[in-house]
């Protein structure tokens, strides 16, 4: 997926994820979503996140490839606890899960992603789309209209009245 489908679907994930629970849907927390699913792609140099990472990219494909291990549910596991154990904050939740479902988009994905490295480097897939093809935009609007629907039935007008009254 490109740099903007994952965010674009990570936003929407995460609205519906508030929508459900207790999560606040504050502009803390949807700015720790667009990082989050920003992230696991720091394996692949030419990736937005790579081309801003000050070479660090570059030596994490070398050592492990691309959609290797930051795309791995266990990584993920100690990434979450450790973030979440220095502050649980709405951004923190943002951040943890647009990490996650980074990874359940690629997922989606011809690819696959290595859910259980280091145990298994098999790539786990429901191959719904390839990146950069007609069914990833498709999927994007889709997101796109699912944030726009959380959104207009109260998650916007909590988000405004995060930014007013603080984070
Ligand atoms: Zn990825």
């Not at 519906?16 to 394996?43: E, K, N, Q, R, V």
């Not at 990219?57 to 549910?73: D, I, N, P, Q, Y």
Request: with cysteine.
């Amino acid at each position: 997926m490109r740099y903007s489908s994952h965010v674009i679907a990570s936003l929407c994930l995460g609205a519906a994820a508030a929508a459900h629970t207790a999560l606040p849907f504050t502009a803390a927390y949807t700015a720790g979503l667009a990082i989050g699913s920003l992230l696991p792609d720091i394996d692949e140099p030419s990736s937005y996140v790579g081309r801003r990472s000050f070479g660090i990219s570059g030596k994490v494909k070398e050592a492990f490839g691309h959609r290797g291990m930051t795309h791995s549910l266990i990584v993920w596991g100690g990434l979450a606890a450790l973030v979440w154990r220095d502050s649980a904050s709405p951004f923190a939740a943002g951040l943890v899960l647009g990490y996650l479902f980074h990874i359940v988009e690629d997922f989606f994905s011809v690819q696959g992603v290595p859910l259980f490295w280091p145990f298994s480097s098999k790539r786990w897939k429901v191959p719904l789309y390839r990146t950069g093809k007609g069914m990833e935009k498709a999927l994007v609007y889709m997101a796109l209209a699912g944030f726009v629907y959380f959104g207009v039935n109260g998650l916007f007008r909590e988000w405004w009245r995060s930014l007013l009254f603080g984070w």
